[in-house]
């Protein structure tokens, strides 16, 4: 069966003590949420003691991006081995707003997902497409083409240790949500086009739905036969509503 997951990308907010208050707050609630796996990912600043906050509980620790370089003369870079080093056990990767700001490429995060997994940090990998390829009907191919150029360079046994998160990159801080339908058409494509790949495992494979997802439309989402869960960006800035989307199952 596969895993219900829910994670929160706190992206570039909070202070360190604020976050530290947050993980202590998750981690405080995250029993209400049985059967659920959350994911916290703070700012690089934060993750040492946000581990320390989440020891003892069941809440997961993920960083939100990771260098493209293994070590060296990369001034201001975090590698996948200093974040491994901290205690997190997840990485983002592929995430919209790092390919439309930082020109991040499917050659970069090729070296990426190798770098994470070589250093035990499951990826959780982000695909979508923007609003004009939508509105043109090239939502699928620009899917198709971000998963064949990225994932499908892996090996079996380490695409199985991949989260998949799919971004309606139109969704994303705009307060527009893909419909249930839309979520649930996204997610089967990408479920459909991974199995072509790797068979079984595809099936095993943890798909989240990142694009405003908020109490109010969690459920509908997560019913959803291929949504496994959320990617969740402002929301998870409150326990109370990403404790709340958690309990949407």
């Known amino acids: 069966m596969r895993k219900k997951i829910v994670a929160g990308n706190w992206k570039m907010n909070t202070s ?7 993980a202590a707050a998750v981690a405080e609630r995250s029993g209400e949420t ?3 796996l959350l ?6 600043t934060h993750l040492t003691k946000v581990a320390d906050k989440l020891k003892g509980s069941a809440v997961q620790l993920s960083a939100q991006n990771c260098a493209s370089e293994k070590s060296g003369a990369y001034t201001g870079e975090v590698s996948a081995a200093m974040i491994a080093g901290t205690g997190a056990k ?3 990767l592929g ?11 499917d050659a970069t ?3 990426k997902l190798t770098l994470c997994l070589a250093e035990s940090l499951t990826p959780i990998f982000c695909v979508g497409e923007k609003l004009n390829e939508r509105e043109s009907g090239a939502h699928f191919d ?14 079996d046994e380490d695409f199985a240790k991949t989260i998949i998160a799919y971004e309606p990159v139109w969704a994303i801080g705009t307060g527009k949500t893909a419909s249930p339908e839309q979520a649930q058409e996204m997610h089967a ?8 790949k790797f068979g079984d495992k595809a099936l095993e494979t943890a798909i989240l739905y990142g694009g405003s997802c908020n109490p109010g439309n969690a459920r509908a989402l997560f019913s959803n036969s291929d949504v496994d869960g959320g990617l969740i960006g402002g929301a998870s800035l409150k326990v109370d509503d990403f404790i709340a989307i958690a309990k949407s199952f």
């Open 90 to 92: 997840y990485c983002i």
């Open 34 to 36: 049985d059967g659920v």
């Open 109 to 111: 995060l090729n070296r």
């Open 39 to 44: 994911i916290v990912a703070p700012p690089f």
């Open 16 to 22: 360190a003590e604020q976050g530290e208050e947050l």
């Open 142 to 155: 620009v899917v198709r083409t971000q998963l064949s150029n990225t994932l499908f360079n892996l090996s």
């Open 95 to 105: 995430h919209s707003e790092r390919r439309e700001y930082y020109g991040e490429t």
């Open 189 to 196: 494509f990408i479920r459909k086009t991974l199995f072509e």
